[in-house]
């Protein structure tokens, strides 16, 4: 049974950072881009980074640019996401998700796979 595991998340300040991880039991790991997503209450699941297969490329949402860094581990199963200089505006929960193959990796069913999530709080 695949599973994707989200760990990282807390309450912070505003300016603070938190570095979000993912392990994931699928095989191969490396075959998968990694993506992270986020929802905030009423509101719509929404991109925030993705990493290729090999690490090589990275995208990331507009909103995010300059205060992320999506990683991968393939040895560890694991992907990260750095994020920094957060603003209360960037609460929600974080989701990381597999995606055997995507075109359009910024939409949420392109992805096979999805964590339960991971609660982020930013105070003002």
């Known amino acids: 049974q695949v599973q994707l595991v989200e760990s990282g998340g807390g309450l912070v300040r505003a300016g603070g950072s938190l570095r979000l991880s993912c392990t994931a039991s699928?095989?191969?790991?490396?075959?998968?881009?990694m993506g992270w997503f986020r929802q905030a209450p009423g509101k719509e699941r929404e991109f925030v980074a993705v990493?290729?297969?090999?690490?090589?490329?990275?995208f990331y949402a507009d909103a995010m640019r300059g205060r992320c860094t999506i990683s991968r581990d393939d040895a560890k199963n694991t992907v990260y996401l750095q994020m920094d200089s957060l603003k209360p505006k960037d609460t929600a929960v974080y989701y990381c998700a597999a995606a055997y193959y995507s075109r359009n990796y910024y939409l949420p069913s392109e992805y096979d796979y999805w964590g339960q999530g991971t609660q982020v709080t930013v105070s003002s």
């Open positions: 699928i095989s191969p790991f490396s075959s998968y881009a």
């Open positions: 990493i290729n297969w090999s690490g090589g490329s990275t």
